[in-house]
């Protein structure tokens, strides 16, 4: 019996350099008047700035939100609509790394449905209504959610991230420009890179992987891995930052519709809870998870470490899975990934909370789609071993 799989992407993703250069009029083709999302740092940096003048070509009027911060919240969504619904906006575009562009697929999606952002955590309640037209610019490479599906905000209520994943929230166009990534710090280009590297991982471990998902995913590993650690070391090559520009791109998409695994399941809490950015907080885990999962992925794992590493094509698939958590591990060495002990989380805190940290993993539902699926006493067991977790230590038997 054959099966039906799906493919969901924005209707239209320009990339390349220069491609920010569209904006005005890719807005000119959606609406009449523009809400910016975005944060403090981007316009600081100009990009904002940019955009509006991008918009004044086209003779677009627009209003602007500027108030998120590291990782999006319920506050940030409820202040962000409340300047769309006054001033009338009609387009939406994000300009920033992934905390925006969610903020702003919330936004566009709660202009046109009743309720709270909230009331759609894991598909209680759909949405009845298209968005508003969403025009995502990332900054970044990294999170992909320019393409995805996919919001992740923080209920300050209950600290906990509420992960809400429909097709209403595909932006409606998404314009990845390489030029936009060159002023990301290296301690963010390797987080969001690591964030990168883990969709596409993922992606293709995953239980719901899929044929397409699959040579998306691995056509991503491949750019991320042999570009990162340049874009990491000289921010200014250009060629590494497109290339991993469009490996999280590709990433993104593979994800989104592959879905994540038990990273991203175990990352959530971290972030909800000690308020550590997305991608670092996943980097924290990867190598940790890819040894608890390597013996129900052991061919997959493999097969990546084939294609990064041409010279393991004769050997076993334990030998070769066990290669690439090695290149993994090293890779997080090279990007001065820290542990949790190392962020700063205290020890006494982490306790307290580990358990209902596991909780809110298995609730995600993410660790249901990876090979091995965890009890929620392995995930507390996992949570220790990454707290201090070592990343020169030789590859761990679970």
């Known amino acids: 019996m054959s099966q039906v799989y799906q493919l969901l992407m ?4 320009l990339y390349g350099r220069g491609a920010f250069n569209e904006v005005g009029n890719q807005a000119r ?7 910016i999302i975005s944060d403090p740092i981007m316009e600081q940096l100009g990009n904002v700035a940019l955009c509006e003048e991008h918009l004044r070509k086209e003779a677009l009027p627009f209003a602007k939100y500027t108030g998120v911060d590291k990782e999006p919240t319920d506050i940030h969504v409820k202040e962000a609509l409340d300047i769309c619904r006054e001033e009338g906006c009609d387009v939406i575009i994000a300009v920033g790394g992934g905390s925006c562009i969610d903020t702003a697929k919330a936004v566009a999606v709660m202009m046109t449905n009743k309720g709270t952002i909230s009331d759609y955590v894991g598909n209680v309640k759909m949405f009845a209504n298209k968005p508003l037209p969403l025009i995502a610019v990332p900054t970044t490479a990294g999170t992909g959610s320019e393409v995805t599906k996919v919001t992740v905000i923080i209920d300050t209520n209950m600290n906990v991230k509420m992960m ?16 936009l990534t060159v ?24 239980r719901r992987a899929h044929a397409v998902t699959d040579v998306l995913a691995l056509s991503a590993i491949e750019a991320i891995m042999g570009n990162l650690r340049q874009a990491y070391g000289n921010g200014n090559d250009i060629d590494a930052r497109e290339k991993m520009a469009i490996g999280a791109m590709v990433a993104g998409v593979a994800f989104s519709n592959a879905s994540v695994t038990l990273v991203h399941g175990m990352s959530r809490p971290i972030g909800a809870l000690f308020h550590v950015p997305h991608g670092v907080s996943n980097a924290m885990l990867l190598p940790g998870v890819l040894e608890f999962t390597k013996e129900s992925a ?3 794992l493999a097969a990546i470490a084939r294609l990064i590493k041409a010279e393991l094509k004769n ?13 993994v591990k090293q890779l997080c060495r090279d990007l001065h990934i820290p542990n949790m002990k190392t962020w700063g989380i205290e020890k006494e805190q982490f306790d307290k909370v580990v358990d209902k940290m596991a909780a809110d993993a298995l609730a995600s539902g993410s660790p249901g789609n990876n090979p091995r699926v965890p009890t929620h006493e392995e995930i507390v067991q996992l949570y220790h071993v990454c707290y201090d977790y070592q990343f020169d230590h030789k590859v761990m038997r679970y």
């Open 10 to 13: 924005p209707s239209r993703i």
């Open 29 to 35: 083709l959606l609406g009449n008047k523009v809400l």
């Open 164 to 179: 809400i994943s429909q097709p209403e929230l595909l932006p409606a166009v998404a314009i990845v420009d390489p030029l």
């Open 183 to 206: 002023s990301c710090p290296p301690s963010v280009t390797a987080a969001t890179g690591v964030d990168a590297l883990c969709h596409a991982i993922e992606a293709y471990i995953s």
């Open 298 to 300: 052991i061919e997959r």
């Open 315 to 327: 050997v076993s698939d334990e030998e070769a899975a066990d290669v690439l958590i090695s290149e």
